[in-house]
Structures are given as structure tokens and as C-alpha cells.
């Protein structure tokens, strides 16, 4: 406007210096009152081009930031992972065959009312076992359930089954080995001196030396890469009406499900990619850390540097701040942690994004400068993100 105004002023007033001033001053008006139109109109435009490329933009002045971004940090599942989760290995808790474990985890998730995960989805597609899980299915009811939560880090549901006897009461109970070795008291596994995957299992005590073996055997499975998952029960009267998480006490270990989730093959040359733009990545897990280190090594993310949630947890803020800037990856998390992580970040004067598709990540998704999340990722994520991406790469 600046050169038609002088123009104009210059032509009609023949004043050409008069004319020159006033379109300077007519410059200094306008450049605070059309830059935040002009800054509004480029981020649209950008968001424009965006969505042609599948990417749907919530917030304008989440472009800005993506483009300032330095630090993004990224769950695991569905991120560094395919999100096409497996059933690998089925057996007792010391590493032979078991038919019950797969039997009360069918239970487990086929009754759970809650947002079943994609480790539920893995055990109710046993093909290979669908008629017969299916007729167990019916073989039971529902009497109650307790939800999972990130600070038991498991979930139950108690069933009823009628045999010979009467009507008797089942709590099943699934979820992260560390969490349930400290419910159960007992173990169950196949005879020493019978191999045979029909030889009928025994319960013994789950001491020490149990425990050590059981704990052994699940870190060669992370080892592996395996996501594992321990199943325990206990039978419980009929009269009983009312359950609480007091329940999930005493319970017998029945065994482990292993989970087999690979690397996607885009994710290293992604990660390459990011590090060339000077971008820094870490990982922020709720999984175990044998299982988070087990991929980022697969995709180049080397896990030196690690802190657990538990250290999450006893650090201060300061101190918190100092450590987030020293690792890259982070292993057994509750949501609060991941918010935690990326505050501090922030604090630290880096622009953070953060990308997640779970319930647990939307914490973490609102605190960041900028939230990424997927169009299969639960509600709650899409809502808290301010970038959503109609397509997996």
C-alpha cells in the first residue's frame, strides 16, 4: 500500500516529499494492525497445504510451533511400533506350555467392560482357539470387575461357573508382572518330571527362589523384545457380593502372555531424518525397560541413557529438569510422569511436541507446545492433540 499511497499523494498534491512522509507514517500505522492478519492468513495457508498432505491442523499456532520445535517425544506403541500386536508365547510363568493361561486371559478381556487394548484384541483373535474359547465363554457370567488403572497397573474381573459342586466364584486378573508378583502368593506350573503339556499342573508357593526364576524368565523375554503380561487367579465364595481392590490379594500365578509388537520400518529412517534437523527424540514409555530399550535399539535410538518412573517420581522439579535434559529414553511411566517430563522440558527452554495415541498420553499431549496424534488414536488423544494425522507412515 506504502508505494500506491505516495504515488497517489505525490500525483494529486504535487508535494513529493510531503507525499513521502505521509506514506511512511501510513506505514508505521498499518504494519501493527495487518501483521497479525498477515501472520493469520500465512498459517492458514499453511495449514491448507498440511491437509492436503492428510494432516488435519486443530490450532493455527500449533505451525508455528511445529517449525520451532527441537524436542519432540514420542510414546512407544503405535509410534516406533507397527500397532499390530501378536501373541507370541503362551506358558506357565517358568516358561513351559500352559492351556490355563491363555483360558483365564480369554476370560479376563472377553468380560472387561473398559476400552480394550490392543494386547485384549491380540488374545480374542486366537484363531486357532476360537470355538473353544468361545463354548468357555458361555460356560461362565459376570458377577463384577475392577477397571485397570496406571498405578496398579492391572485389571480383574471376577466370574461365576457352575460345576458338580455348586456355583463358585473366579477373580482373574491380568496385568504388568512386577505389579501382579506382589498380589499373588502362589504359583502354578507343570510337574518338573512332566513335560507333557497334558500332565496335570500343581500350585506351589511362589517364595523366593520362585520368584526369582519367574522375574528371570520374563527378563529374557524383554530380552526379545516381548511385551509380557502375567495372569493370576483365586477362587472365591459364592456368597460374596461386593469386590474391592482388597481382593487382589493372595491369587495364584497361573502364567505369562507374551506380546510380539516389531519396529516399523519407517521409524529409523524417520528418526535419521529429525536428528537432521536438529530435532531430539525421546521415548516415553509406560513399558517395562528391557522391552523400550529392546526397540529403540532396533530403530536407532541407542538407550544409554535411561530413568525409570519410579525416579521419575522421587525427583523434584529441578532436579527433574536436570535429568529430563540428560536422557533420552524413559521406561515405566504413568501418565502424570509423561506431563511431568514435558513441563520440564519446557521449563528448560526447549519447544516440545510430544506424539501418542493412548488414554495415557493425553496429559502429556495437552502440556507440549505442540500434540501430534493419529486418527485411530482414542478420543481422548485426538481431542488433546492440536495436529492429527489422517495416516500412519
Not at 513335560?195 to 523366593?208: G, R, S, T, V
Not at 503380561?229 to 461386593?242: C, I, Y
Not at 495415541?357 to 478420543?379: Q, W
Amino acid at each position: 500500500m506504502v508505494p500506491i499511497v505516495f504515488v497517489l499523494n505525490g500525483w494529486t498534491k504535487g508535494d513529493w516529499l510531503q507525499a513521502f512522509l505521509f506514506a511512511v507514517s501510513v506505514a508505521v500505522g498499518l504494519t501493527p494492525e495487518m501483521l497479525p492478519m498477515i501472520v493469520t492468513s500465512t498459517l492458514a495457508k499453511g495449514a491448507v497445504l498440511l491437509s492436503r498432505r492428510k494432516v488435519v491442523v486443530k490450532r493455527l499456532d500449533a505451525i508455528q510451533n511445529l517449525g520451532a520445535m527441537d524436542v519432540l517425544c514420542t510414546d512407544k506403541t503405535g509410534t516406533l511400533t507397527q500397532d499390530r500386536i501378536a501373541v507370541a508365547r503362551k506358558t506357565d510363568a517358568f516358561g513351559r506350555r500352559s492351556a490355563d493361561v491363555m483360558k483365564f486371559a480369554f476370560l479376563n478381556s472377553y468380560y472387561q467392560t473398559g476400552l480394550k487394548n490392543l494386547l485384549d484384541h491380540a488374545v480374542l483373535d486366537q484363531v486357532e482357539l476360537a470355538e473353544e474359547l468361545r463354548t468357555l465363554a458361555q460356560a461362565y457370567h459376570k458377577v463384577d470387575e475392577l477397571p485397570f488403572d496406571f498405578v496398579r497397573r492391572r485389571m480383574s474381573v471376577v466370574v461365576a461357573e457352575r460345576d458338580a459342586h455348586g456355583e463358585h466364584h473366579e477373580l482373574i486378573c491380568k496385568g504388568a508382572v512386577e505389579e501382579m508378583l506382589v498380589i499373588c502368593s502362589r504359583v502354578r506350573a507343570a510337574p518338573e518330571m512332566g513335560p507333557a503339556p497334558e500332565a496335570a499342573p500343581i500350585d506351589a508357593p511362589l517364595d523366593a527362589a520362585a520368584r526369582a526364576r519367574v522375574q528371570a524368565y520374563v527378563q529374557e523375554l524383554g530380552a526379545e523384545g516381548l511385551r509380557v503380561v502375567a495372569v493370576a487367579m483365586k477362587e472365591l465364595p459364592a456368597d460374596q457380593t461386593a469386590y474391592t481392590v482388597a481382593d487382589e490379594a493372595g491369587l495364584t500365578l497361573v502364567g505369562v502372555i507374551a506380546f510380539l509388537d516389531p519396529p516399523k520400518e519407517s521409524a529409523a529412517p524417520a528418526l535419521r531424518a529429525l536428528a537432521a534437523h536438529g530435532i531430539r527424540v525421546k521415548v516415553l514409555s509406560g513399558d517395562n525397560l528391557a522391552v523400550t530399550a529392546h526397540v529403540c535399539d532396533q530403530v536407532g535410538l541407542p538407550a544409554t541413557a535411561t530413568l525409570l518412573g519410579v525416579q521419575v517420581e522421587a525427583l523434584d522439579d529441578a532436579a527433574l529438569q536436570i535429568a529430563a535434559e540428560q536422557h533420552d529414553v524413559f521406561a515405566k511411566l504413568a501418565p502424570l510422569h509423561k506431563e511431568r517430563i514435558v513441563r520440564a522440558l519446557r521449563a528448560g527452554g526447549h519447544v516440545v511436541g510430544f506424539l501418542g495415541d493412548g488414554i495415557n498420553d493425553a496429559p502429556a499431549l495437552r502440556a507440549a507446545d505442540i500434540g501430534i496424534s493419529v486418527d485411530t488414536a482414542v478420543d481422548i488423544a485426538k481431542e488433546a492433540a492440536d495436529i492429527v494425522l489422517l495416516e500412519k507412515a
